[in-house]
């Protein structure tokens, strides 16, 4: 028996010493897991509110062109397809380009105060002069072409104009504007309206700084553009409250009568006298019904006259 013991081994417990801090690296990886995973709950539900809200600068856009009605133009700028509605400039120094000109000219506003922006007009004048399609001769210079490089006009407080787009762009609104025929020369810019640095106001508060420079022209008073179509036929008025028929208009009263004019006083009779040539006689009474010549005298036969000449002079009148 125990022989057959022995060809059993014991098997020995193999035990592995304790680390305090095994432990503490979990713990440490567990809240490192557990921040990561309430970081990305938290942009989940930042995106989701965000996707139900909308966003703040797209709701600042669509809140203006709510309140414009956007005129449409030809690609060229060079006339109007479809006209929107008519705004009205609040502020002086508003700069456009003539539309031959290959770009815009652009504007800011901030703070209250309405200016080119010689910035950017430099920059589009500098890509213009690269690409080989500067729009006018001499100069040459970035610069040169910003403040030269068009045929411009400024625009002045209660000038009126059209909206023919509204652009969101990452740090501001870009409003384009296109104006009526001045001397057969119509002119188109851009207002930038940019945003704080870091923020985006709300969409009733953009829409409020918009109006300090530009508002919508009501439909009754937009007779002052140059290009403004005629005017739709007004709507029929409200039938009165209270189920009573409206009256009908009073027939105009008829016009009275126009007197014809005066017939023209009757000319004077002609007249003939001794003396006269044939020629007067002849312009006073036509030509004779017949004529006839003895010697030195010459008889004209009217109707009911007769008129004897004597070397060419009027003697007798029968």
């Known amino acids: 028996m125990m022989h057959q013991m022995a060809r059993f081994p014991v098997r020995h417990q193999c035990t592995i010493p304790h680390n305090p ?5 979990h713990m440490a990886l567990l809240r490192r897991r557990t921040a990561f995973a309430l970081a990305a709950l938290t942009v989940v539900i930042s995106l989701s509110i965000e996707a139900q809200v909308g966003d703040p600068a797209t709701l600042a856009r669509e809140k ?4 414009i009605k956007l005129t449409k133009t030809t690609a060229d700028h060079s006339d109007i397809v479809t006209a929107g509605d008519i705004v009205l400039l609040h502020k002086d120094g508003l700069m456009m380009c003539s539309t031959a000109s290959s770009y815009a000219y652009s504007n800011s506003y901030a703070n209250g105060v309405l200016a ?3 910035n950017n007009r430099t920059k589009d004048a500098a890509k213009a002069f690269f690409k080989g399609r500067l729009p006018f001769g001499g100069g040459g210079s970035a610069a040169d072409a910003a403040n030269n490089g068009c045929a411009s006009r400024k ?3 209660g000038e ?3 909206i023919s787009g509204i652009t969101l762009q990452k740090d501001g609104i870009l409003v384009s504007t296109f104006s009526d025929p001045y001397s057969d020369v119509r002119y188109y810019g851009e207002i930038k309206f940019p945003f704080a640095k870091g923020s985006v106001p709300a969409a009733d508060d953009f829409a409020k ?3 300090e420079v530009i508002t919508v022209v009501p439909s009754d008073d937009k007779g002052g553009s140059n290009d403004q179509q005629t005017a739709q036929n007004s709507q029929s008025a409200p039938a009165p409250s209270g189920g009573q028929q409206a009256k009908p208009a009073a027939a105009a009263a008829p016009l009275p009568d126009i007197a014809p004019p005066p017939p023209p006083p009757d000319a004077a009779p002609p007249t003939i006298a001794v003396g006269q040539t044939k020629d007067q006689v002849s312009a006073a009474f036509g030509q004779p019904a017949r004529m006839a010549k003895l010697g030195a005298k010459e008889i004209y036969y009217y109707k009911d006259m007769k008129v004897t000449f004597t070397n060419g002079k009027v003697s007798n009148v029968e």
Do not use: C, E, R
């Not at 801090?21 to 690296?25: D, L, P, T």
């Open 64 to 67: 203006l062109a709510s309140q």
């Open 209 to 211: 700084t918009v109006a």
């Open 21 to 25: 801090g095994n432990g503490k690296k």
């Open 155 to 157: 625009f002045v407080a």
């Open 160 to 162: 009126k104009f059209w």
């Open 116 to 118: 080119p922006n010689l």
